[in-house]
């Protein structure tokens, strides 16, 4: 055999132990430490360890700048507080059809029920805890006690004339006393040392659009065959109302019992009595702002309102240009009362 042949067979791979690799236990764990052979710190050279700690201090130091970059131009694109949102009305996602909302909310538990489980002659008057988050006739007051508190306590001052607010004029403060019997806890959930049953109150307001500007309803349109449709689900009674208002520049509301049979069990009373909210208290323009109510008076004393039977009651808002939508709720808002 020749020395060519010989050194053919001595070529691939050759593994090469490196100094220190049968070390065990402790003395491994001191060598990752330190190093006296190569001096390496925790298996890097200070040299090393210098190199990869400025390079990641460059890359963290342009990932930080590019992302305050992006946060700039992001802020450069909003608008001062003062100047409210910076699309509105039209251009935005909510429109110029505000939804109602009703009070008292119902519990943290059930945010998704409008369903009111009451008990009809309830005389307790010992909530379940501070927030009312509970379903006794009482919490239902002690959360719409603590919904006003929330709400209305702002330093506005009350409006004689009834027009819209200027451009930064202040809002104007809600009066409480148009409320009428539906103004004073604990509205009508409970009847405390009385006989008969309860009359509670549900509290309807308009969901807030900055901006918005409300167009009541010409009455002369009421009668129009051209408007027809438009007021076709309009009850008479609110009709009347809107017809013999002497102030007609309100924005209305109104309830009825959305089956036949409902309409048969519920027998309602509203503060104030022509159901209406004054258009002073638009637009929202943001800052302090006390909504406006008008109170739905269930009155649970009359004879039709039995025990044991599911009522559904629908509440419309009623302006120029309204659209009601039962799915997206839009322009009004239904809610169940349910009496043991």
Not at 131 to 152: F, H, P, S
Request: glycine share 8%.
């Amino acid at each position: 055999m020749g020395q060519d042949e010989v050194d053919l067979h001595l070529l691939g791979g050759t593994a090469i132990k490196p100094p220190g690799w049968d070390r065990k236990g402790m003395e491994a764990f001191k060598y990752m430490i330190y190093n006296p052979d190569t001096g390496e710190v925790f298996t890097r050279t200070p040299l090393s360890w210098l190199k990869i700690t400025a390079f990641y201090i460059v890359y963290y130091s342009l990932l930080v700048g590019f992302w305050a970059a992006c946060l700039q131009i992001f802020f450069l694109t909003l608008p001062e507080t003062q100047d409210g949102p910076k699309w509105t009305l039209d251009s935005s996602r909510i429109g110029v059809n505000p939804g109602v909302g009703m009070r008292p909310a119902p519990t943290d538990k059930n945010i998704d029920s409008q369903m009111l489980y009451l008990n009809k002659s309830s005389d307790n008057m010992i909530e379940t805890n501070e927030d009312g988050e509970g379903t006794l006739n009482i919490d239902y007051a002690v959360r719409m006690r603590n919904y006003i508190k929330k709400n209305y306590g702002q330093a506005l001052e009350p409006c004689d004339d009834n027009r819209l607010r200027e451009e930064g004029e202040k809002a104007c403060k809600f009066d409480f006393e148009i409320l009428g019997d539906c103004k004073d806890f604990p509205y009508g959930f409970v009847n405390p040392g009385e006989n008969g049953s309860i009359n509670p109150c549900i509290y309807l307001k308009f969901n807030k659009i900055y901006n918005w500007v409300p167009v009541p309803i010409d009455k002369e349109n009421l009668d129009d065959e051209k408007y027809k449709d438009t007021y076709a689900d309009m009850t008479p009674e609110m009709k009347e109302i809107i017809k013999n208002a002497e102030n007609p520049n309100h924005i209305w509301l109104d309830c009825k019992g959305r089956f036949a049979a409902d309409k048969e069990r519920i027998d309602m009373t509203f503060f104030p009595a022509n159901q209406g909210i004054p258009i002073k208290y638009f637009p929202f323009q943001g800052g302090d702002y006390q909504p406006p109510l008008v109170a739905v008076r269930l009155n649970m004393n009359k004879p039709q309102s039995t025990t044991g039977q599911l009522i559904h009651v629908q509440c419309k808002a009623w302006f120029e240009g309204v659209i009601h939508n039962t799915r997206d709720k839009k322009g009004m808002v239904m809610f169940e009362v349910f009496l043991d």
